[in-house]
C-alpha cells in the first residue's frame, strides 16, 4: 500500500484518535500526541497542509512499531 500524499497534520491527529493517542500540547506549528495504550508514546505532528511524505512515513513508522503493526496494517486502521 502507498503511502498517501494528501494527509494534513490535523488529518493524522484526528485519525490518530481512533488509536488512543490525544493531544498533549501544541507548540506554534507542531501537535504533541500522547497514548497510554500499550506503555505510554509521545509523537510529534507538524500542521503542515498537506505533510511531507518522508514526515508522514516517518510518524507512521514509529506509531506501527508501538502498537506491534506494519505500516500498511497501521494505514488500513487509520482508514488514511
Known amino acids: 500500500m502507498k503511502i498517501p500524499r494528501d494527509?494534513?497534520?490535523?488529518?493524522l491527529v484526528s485519525?490518530?484518535?481512533?488509536?488512543g493517542y490525544a493531544v498533549t500540547r501544541q507548540t506554534g506549528s507542531?501537535?504533541?500526541v500522547t497514548t497510554q495504550r500499550s506503555g505510554e508514546h509521545h509523537e510529534t505532528v507538524p500542521t503542515h497542509h498537506p505533510l511531507k511524505v518522508g514526515t508522514l512515513h516517518g510518524i507512521l513508522k514509529t506509531v506501527a512499531a508501538h502498537h506491534g503493526l506494519s505500516v500498511e496494517q497501521?494505514?488500513?486502521e487509520?482508514?488514511?
Open 78 to 80: 487509520l482508514d488514511l
Open 15 to 19: 485519525a490518530l484518535r481512533r488509536l
Open 74 to 76: 497501521l494505514l488500513t
Open 30 to 32: 507542531h501537535i504533541r
Open 7 to 11: 494527509v494534513t497534520g490535523p488529518e
